[in-house]
């Protein structure tokens, strides 16, 4: 619940003759400065107009300063295939060896602070998913390349200097443990019916991961629902808070035939069903009716799995998980290294009935 605070200026002042000019100015300086404070105050409880505000769990606490592990990076040797990256920023397609370009993806879409065995899962189902893109050719924000270095499009990459920014002191020891899933996992990928698998995975999944249609369009067969009770990581549950009017303006902007009321929203507004695992199936939202994913995007939710709470000032989303939901989940993965699974283990609970075999030259 939110609480509702009424600041009053109670310092009204009177107009002080006695007092010598020194003092005046002593009291105006105080004065001033209290105005300020309380301006600041204010700011600070009032959310920015038009911005989602997201409360993120912080991950799981840097690891104190550990020796690298002892691995051998030979990317040539292991692996001949090679991958076109678009990266954006700098306009230009780079023709890389996949194993090498692994390294940034694992390095920037999973915490390296994980376990060893959840980042190794990572590395394989980013080799599966960059195969799969190969195999596609062409990615949608640039059809001269297999792929981009774009979360929302492909997969992010961090470079080595962005890895040194990144982990300061820790980075000898987090790149040997990328490097270690990379090069213990070379060239291997998942098939399903002996085809490379569009290998998704998502942050976390709030329990359970989701059946491939009910997020994207095809009912695909290794991309079914399944259970993820043990999830260690970061953005886990998350909250999102709009002011009433604020909420009607930009549901309407997006969806003009909701034709909402920041008044009428006890009315107006109602999750009407949501899928097995738990996220929202179809939202009312006025006059119209959206998916739990386009809520996802309307309103800047971590997830699909959300409930919702009204005020008397505010609409409430509060959610579980983060991502898409489908395939494995990378707090799910974090949480069965821990309980003593190993990468297969994990890649084969999130994906059903895959196989992990090898491809490429050896
Ligand atoms: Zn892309």
Same mark, same amino acid.
């Given at each position: 619940?939110?609480?509702?605070?009424?600041?009053?200026?109670?310092?009204k002042?009177?107009?002080v003759?006695?007092?010598?000019?020194?003092?005046?100015?002593?009291?105006?300086?105080?004065?001033?400065?209290?105005v300020?404070?309380?301006?600041?105050?204010?700011?600070?409880?009032t959310?920015?107009?038009?911005?989602? /505000?997201?409360?993120?769990?912080e %991950?799981?606490?840097?690891?104190?300063?550990?020796?690298?592990? %002892?691995v051998?990076?030979?990317?040539?040797?292991?692996?001949?295939?090679?991958?076109?990256?678009?990266?954006?920023?700098?306009?230009?397609?780079?023709?890389?060896?996949?194993e090498?370009?692994?390294?940034g993806?694992?390095?920037?879409e999973?915490?390296?602070?994980?376990? #060893?065995?959840a980042?190794?899962?990572q590395?394989v189902a980013?080799?599966?998913?960059?195969?799969?893109?190969?195999?596609?050719?062409g990615?949608?924000?640039?059809?001269?390349?297999?792929?981009?270095?774009?979360?929302?499009?492909?997969?992010?990459?961090?470079?080595?200097?962005?890895?040194?920014?990144?982990?300061?002191?820790?980075?000898p020891?987090?790149?040997?443990?990328?490097?270690k899933?990379?090069?213990?996992?070379?060239?291997?990928?998942? #098939?399903?019916?002996?085809?490379?698998?569009?290998?998704m995975?998502?942050?976390?999944?709030?329990?359970?991961?989701?059946?491939?249609?009910?997020?994207?369009?095809?009912?695909?067969?290794?991309?079914?629902?399944? %259970?993820?009770?043990?999830?260690?990581?970061s953005?886990?549950?998350?909250?999102?808070?709009?002011?009433?009017?604020?909420?009607?303006?930009?549901?309407?902007?997006?969806? %003009?035939?909701a034709?909402?009321?920041?008044?009428?929203l006890?009315?107006?507004l109602?999750?009407?069903?949501?899928?097995?695992?738990?996220r929202? !199936?179809?939202?009312?939202?006025?006059?119209?009716?959206?998916?739990?994913?386009t809520?996802?995007?309307?309103?800047?939710?971590?997830?699909?799995m959300?409930?919702?709470e009204?005020?008397?000032?505010?609409?409430i989303?509060?959610? !579980?998980?983060?991502?898409?939901? /489908?395939?494995?989940?990378?707090?799910?993965?974090?949480?069965?290294?821990?309980?003593?699974?190993?990468?297969?283990d994990?890649?084969?609970?999130?994906?059903?009935? /895959?196989?992990?075999?090898?491809?490429?030259?050896?």
């Amino acid at each position: 619940m939110s609480k509702q605070k009424k600041r009053r200026r109670s310092h009204k002042r009177q107009t002080v003759y006695t007092l010598q000019w020194p003092l005046l100015l002593g009291a105006l300086v105080l004065l001033l400065s209290l105005v300020l404070l309380a301006v600041s105050v204010i700011k600070a409880c009032t959310l920015p107009t038009g911005e989602a /505000v997201t409360e993120v769990q912080e %991950p799981i606490l840097a690891l104190p300063t550990r020796s690298p592990i %002892p691995v051998e990076v030979d990317f040539e040797k292991v692996h001949s295939t090679r991958i076109k990256v678009f990266f954006p920023d700098e306009g230009e397609v780079r023709d890389m060896l996949l194993e090498e370009y692994l390294m940034g993806v694992v390095a920037g879409e999973m915490p390296a602070s994980y376990g #060893l065995e959840a980042v190794k899962a990572q590395a394989v189902a980013a080799r599966t998913y960059s195969l799969y893109a190969i195999q596609k050719s062409g990615c949608a924000t640039n059809p001269n390349a297999d792929i981009c270095t774009s979360s929302s499009c492909c997969q992010t990459y961090n470079s080595d200097s962005k890895q040194r920014s990144k982990w300061g002191d820790n980075y000898p020891y987090y790149h040997s443990v990328i490097a270690k899933a990379v090069m213990d996992t070379a060239g291997e990928v998942m #098939l399903y019916d002996g085809k490379v698998i569009d290998a998704m995975y998502h942050g976390a999944s709030g329990g359970w991961t989701e059946d491939s249609e009910n997020v994207y369009k095809n009912a695909i067969p290794y991309l079914r629902s399944v %259970p993820s009770p043990h999830e260690i990581g970061s953005r886990q549950t998350g909250t999102v808070t709009y002011g009433r009017e604020e909420f009607a303006q930009r549901t309407n902007n997006s969806r %003009p035939n909701a034709q909402v009321e920041a008044d009428k929203l006890e009315q107006q507004l109602k999750i009407l069903s949501v899928y097995p695992s738990g996220r929202v !199936k179809e939202l009312q939202l006025g006059s119209d009716i959206i998916s739990g994913n386009t809520a996802r995007k309307v309103f800047g939710l971590d997830s699909a799995m959300f409930t919702l709470e009204l005020t008397n000032t505010q609409v409430i989303f509060s959610t !579980k998980g983060f991502g898409h939901g /489908v395939g494995m989940s990378q707090a799910g993965a974090n949480g069965m290294a821990a309980d003593g699974a190993d990468y297969r283990d994990i890649l084969t609970h999130y994906y059903t009935g /895959v196989t992990i075999e090898r491809i490429g030259e050896y």
